[in-house]
C-alpha cells in the first residue's frame, strides 16, 4: 500500500514571457494554462479518490517536484491545488518536527494535530506567497492558538510579519509568571526599550512556559521589531540562538533599531543581518551578559540595496564591554549618505574568530591594539574590504601574535576597489599550523590569490600570468629557499627557474640575494614575506587556479628565454607530448599545446622543491601522480602526514571524439602509463600505513591536469582499494556525498563504524 505519492512535474506548463517573440508562438502558447489546469486537477482528484478508498493511507505526504527537467523554467504546483491536496491527507502522526516539505498538511489539519511533541517548525520560503499560505493555512491567520499549544517548542524559524500580534501570548504568559501586569511591551523606543528587565532568574519549566532555545527570523513586512522585543523578552532564560535577518528591498528608508541591555544570560550565538536599517551597538549593549560568559559566535551585518563597496572614513574600534565570545564577524555594505554610529569592539578573551567585513579604515595602532590586547586568544583573522596600511605591516603584526600566542592559523585579506567594480581576495593559509573541522579533502593553499584584472594592484615584472599575485608569491617562497635554506638555483629545474625570473642556474647564492634586492618587487611586498613561512608551513598544495575538482591554467605570458626553451627536446621530454597533444595542435598550435603543459609541470617541480625541507611537519600534501615515486622515496620523512590529494597530472584518458587520431599502441600505452602510476600511488599509501599505522586519515584523487578538454579519473577499484587500507573513521560526524566524484574518503571496513560512501 502507497504511503507517499509524489507528482513528477514533468511538462512545460511554466515559461518566461520572455520566450514569446512572436504572435504565432504566443498563439500556440495560449492553451498551455489549460492543459496546465487540467492536469492538477486530474492530480488532485486523483488523491481524492485514493484517500476515499485507503483512508488515512497517505501517512507520508503528496508533493509536486520539478526534478529539474525545464533547467531555465521551474514547474510548479498552485498553492491553492497543493492546499486542497492537502486537505485530503491525514492528520500527521508523532509529529516532532515541521518544515516546508509538511508545513501545508500539518497546516491543514492544525486543529486535529497532537503538538505536544512539536519541537521545531522551519518555514525558510522567503516569498510573500509562502507567508500568505501560512495566514490562510493556519486558523485564518489567528496563529495563537496554535503556537500556544506546542508547548514543547525548542526551536522556530519563520518569516516575519504573519498575523498580527502572533507573540502576544509569549509576552502575556511571563508577564503572568513574573507576577507583572500582562499589558504587552513598549517597542516604539527601539528594541532596547527595558526588555532587559525580566525580573528574577527562574525556570521556564517550572513555570509552565515554552522552552524555547532557538529563534531565527526573516523579515517581509514590518512587524520585525515587534516580534524580536516578544520573544526576548518571553524567552530570556532559554534562548541560546537568535538570528535575525530582512531583506535588500524591504525599506526604502533607513530605520533604527538598538539592540541594547537584553538580559540574555545563556545566550551562545547571534546574528543580526540587517538590511536597510541602521543597527546600533552601544556599550553596554551585552553588560547583563558579561558575567555569564556565554556569548561563542557573534556576527554583525548591515547591508543595503547598493552592493557596490565604497570608501568610507576610519572606523573607531575602541574597547567597551562586550562579553568573552569565540566567534565575531561584522560584515558591512556601507551605502551613500550619513553612516551608522560607530560600533565597538572590547576584550573579549574567548574569541576565536575575527572577521571584519565591508569597506573599513583602520589605523595600524588601532589594529595592533585589537589583535595583541583585544583577542589574545585569536585563531582566525579575515579581514573583508580591509585598506588600511600596508600587508606587510599586517602580515608582521599576525606573525608576532602567532609568535605570543602559538594559536593563530589562518589569516585572510580582501581588498575591495574604491569603484566596486573588482575584489582582491589574498590568503594566507599554511603559514600556521592548521586544524580542520572535517576530513573532506579540501583545497589548502599556502598562498591563495585571487585578483582578477588587478593586475595596477598586484604587478608582476613582465606580467607572466592572469594571476599574478599567485606567481609572484610563489617566487617569494622559492627565494626563500634560496637564500635562507639550502637550496641552490642549479636544484631547480629548468621551467621553474626561467618562469619565476631566478637566474640561469650559474649565480651563487650572493648573486641571487643581489638580484632580489634589485627585482621590481616593492619594499613593501618583499617585508610582507621576510619571514619564514616554511617554519609554519603544514599543509601543502600548490594549486593555484582551482574551481571545484578541476584545475586550470592561467594565461600564461612567458618570457623569450622561456619561449625558446619549450621549443627544445628538453620540454619535450617533460612534457610528454604525445599523439593526444599533437591531435589538439590542429586548433591551438604546437606553441599553445607546450604553454598548457608548462603548468602542470611547474607545479610537480615547485611542490617537491618547497615539501622537500618541510616532509617532517607536512599534514597535508597534494603529491601529482606523475611524480609519486619521487614521493615514496622519502616517505619515511612524512611521518606527520594525515590527508593526501593525489594529483591526476598526465593525459591517459580521452574522449571517442579522438578515436581517429588514436591508435591502439597508442590507447595502450597511456592506458599502462596510467595503471603504472595508480599502481604506485597505491603503493604509496600502503608503505605509509605500514609504517604509521592510523596516521594517515584520508587519500582522494583529483583532476589535476590543465588539459581542460579531457577529464581524468580514478577507478573507483582503485579508490576502494586505498580506503581498506585506511583506519576506521572515529564517530564520524557527517557523510559527505561530494565525495563520490573526488574519491573514498571513508574507510570500508566490517567492524567498527561500518560507514558506506554516499
Sequence with gaps: MANRIRFL????????????WSAVLEELMFPIDNLKNQAMHSALQFVKEHSQLFPGQLVDGVSFVDDDFWVDAPQACPREIRLEVARCLPPLRDVSTVTDENWLQFGAHIKSTDLRQVETIVNRNFGRDAAMSVVLAIDDGDERPFLQRCRDL???EIVAGGARGRFKWVVEEKQRALGQPSTGLDTTTGISGGIGTSGPTMSQQQQHLVPLIKFTLTEQHYQMKDEIVNITFAFSQTLTHLHVYTKVETHAAAISFEFGQVDLPVLTHLTWSIAGEILVVDEQSFAAAQSQASLETLMLAIQTDNHRYRAITPLDLRPAPLPPSKNFSRSQLSAPGPQPPKPKLTVLPRLRTLGLKGSWVIAPSVLSELLLKTCPNLEVLDLEGWKAGSLAKLIALVETMYERTRKMRKLRVGMHRINGL???????????PMKHEKVAGKDVLPIEVHAP???????????????????????????LLITKGRTHLSELSTPVRLAYHLGNGTQDLQSTTTAIATSNITTDNTAAFSMDYLAHLRHLDVEWVAEENYHSAPNIKPTE??????????????MSLNRLLEAWV??????????????????????????????????SLVIPVSDIRRYH???DRLSNLEQIRCSLDEPCDYSEEYNSDLTAKFVNTTQQRKSEALAAMVAFVKKHTQLFPARLQFVTCTNGVVYNFEEQECPKEILSEIAQLLPTLSRPLYLDDSMSSIGLGLSLHSSGSNLALL
Design 9 to 20: 512535474l514533468d511538462a512545460l506548463f511554466d515559461y518566461k514571457i520572455s520566450y514569446v
Design 154 to 156: 525548542k526551536s522556530l
Design 422 to 432: 573588482s575584489t582582491e581576495k589574498m590568503q594566507v593559509m599554511g603559514m600556521f
Design 453 to 479: 584584472g588587478n593586475l595596477d594592484a598586484w604587478a608582476y615584472p613582465n606580467g607572466i600570468g592572469a594571476e599574478p599575485s599567485s606567481v609572484r608569491l610563489t617566487r617569494v617562497l622559492l627565494l
Design 561 to 574: 628565454r622561456l619561449k625558446i626553451f619549450m621549443r627544445g627536446d628538453e620540454y619535450e621530454q617533460m
Design 586 to 619: 590542429d586548433g591551438n598550435g604546437l606553441q599553445g599545446v607546450r604553454l598548457w603543459c608548462l603548468w602542470p609541470i611547474l607545479r610537480r617541480e615547485v611542490t617537491w622543491t618547497i615539501a622537500m625541507p618541510i616532509m617532517e611537519q607536512l599534514q
Design 633 to 635: 622515496n622519502a616517505i
